[in-house]
Structures are given as structure tokens and as C-alpha cells.
T-cell receptor, first 118, second 109 residues
């Protein structure tokens, strides 16, 4: 079946503009995650959704970042008043719940959106 | 949340076995150990997951000692296409995964 898709694949914007990044998870996956990866760095957790609710927003770097998920499916990550340090690859992943409350379900990642803020 | 420590980089040659060890001294009783692989310009891909002892699949083996304070990912007979970054993660009580900087494996011909 189809994997996780993200759009746009690349985005170039000017400092101060708002951007929206979209993630379409695998059908039936209730959990959805956003990560950020700067050049040559590891992944930085941003936010996690279970269904439409976000029990963990601890990774959002500032109040310029927000995310929502509707219908338990598509998610949008919005960055307001972009700054040059926001330039990175934004990755989305989805998973089924783990088999117990303590086990993480395998996460399937999308190809990412490469954001460049000039 | 358990923190993991793994080597920054490793080099190998085609056909060799590669073992990447990860330390996770603060692993909790019900945490699982998961490894992901990431190629340049792609998102990470699940490789293997285990709780204790040994797990093997078509791609790799995962060795976990009794104290579970470390784990070793074993890649048999690597090829050039195994050049990638390998992340060791400990599954927390929530579904959030904390990725470190990973181990950059370079395979030479």
C-alpha cells in the first residue's frame, strides 16, 4: 500500500513568511509524528499525535510552530514568521499503536520536506 | 527517558560483518530497543526491534545482554548499499522516539 507522503517536497521561502507543511500518514495509522533534521544532524522530535490529539508537544521549538491533525489522518505543521534557523528537513512518520502500553509501534517515515528560509 | 550512546562513525569493507554497539544504561524495565537506518535524503527506516537476548531478521541481528544496558546491531556481509546512518533508540513509555546523532557507517569496496 501507499507509504507516508509529504508535501511539498521542497520549499523555499523568505524570512518572516509563514509556511505550511503537509503529511499524509499510512491509512489506519493512528499515531503521527513530526521531526526536524538539520544538515548533518540527528532527528529532533517536534510533536506527536494520537488520533487528533497531541499529548506531547514538548519538542516544538517556539510558539511560531504549531501543528494540527484532522480526521485522524492528515496533519499540517505550520511555521509562522520563518527564520533562517528554521531551515531543515521536516520529517513526518506514522505508526500503529504498540502492542502494549509500553511498546512503541514501528514508525514509517515519509520522504520529508526540505525547507530553506532565505 | 533512556539516553543512548553510540559511536559517531565506523568504516568497513564489503563482505565484512559490522557490529554497532549502543549503550543505554538507564533503560527501563518495559522499554524496547529499536534500530533505524537512514540513507541520505531519505527518512529513517525501521531495521529491527528487540527486548532481550537475540533477535534476527532478514536484514540484521540484534544482541541484547541480560542486563539490557547495551545492545549490538550486527550486519552480516555488508555491501556498499549499507552505507548509511544507524540510529539506536530505546522505546519510552509514550510513543515518542528520541533519535540521537546515530552512527555513520561507511562501507568501502
Amino acid at each position: 500500500g501507499a507509504g507516508v507522503s509529504q508535501s511539498p517536497s521542497n520549499k523555499v521561502t523568505e524570512k518572516g513568511k509563514d509556511v505550511e507543511l503537509r503529511c499524509d500518514p499510512i491509512s489506519g495509522h493512528t499515531a503521527l509524528y513530526w521531526y526536524r533534521q538539520s544538515l548533518g544532524q540527528g532527528l529532533e522530535f517536534l510533536i506527536y499525535f494520537q488520533g487528533n490529539s497531541a499529548p506531547d508537544k514538548s519538542g516544538l521549538p517556539s510558539d511560531r510552530f504549531s501543528a494540527e491533525r484532522t480526521g485522524g489522518s492528515v496533519s499540517t505543521l505550520t511555521i509562522q514568521r520563518t527564520q533562517q534557523e528554521d531551515s531543515a528537513v521536516y520529517l513526518c512518520a506514522s505508526s500503529l499503536p504498540g502492542t502494549s502500553s509500553k511498546q512503541t509501534g514501528t514508525q514509517y517515515f515519509g520522504p520529508g520536506t526540505r525547507l530553506l528560509v532565505l | 527517558l533512556a539516553k543512548t550512546t553510540q559511536p559517531i562513525s565506523m568504516d568497513s569493507y564489503e563482505g565484512q560483518e559490522v557490529n554497532i554497539t549502543c549503550s543505554h544504561n538507564n533503560i527501563a524495565t518495559n522499554d524496547y530497543i529499536t534500530w533505524y537506518q537512514q540513507f541520505p535524503s531519505q527518512g529513517p527506516r525501521f531495521i529491527i526491534q528487540g527486548y532481550k537476548t537475540k533477535v534476527t531478521n532478514e536484514v540484521a541481528s540484534l544482541f541484547i545482554p541480560a542486563d539490557r544496558k547495551s545492545s549490538t546491531l550486527s550486519l552480516p556481509r555488508v555491501s556498499l548499499s549499507d552505507t548509511a546512518v544507524y540510529y539506536c533508540l530505546v522505546a519510552p513509555y509514550t510513543d515518542k522516539l528520541i533519535f540521537g546523532t546515530g552512527t555513520r557507517l561507511q562501507v568501502f569496496p
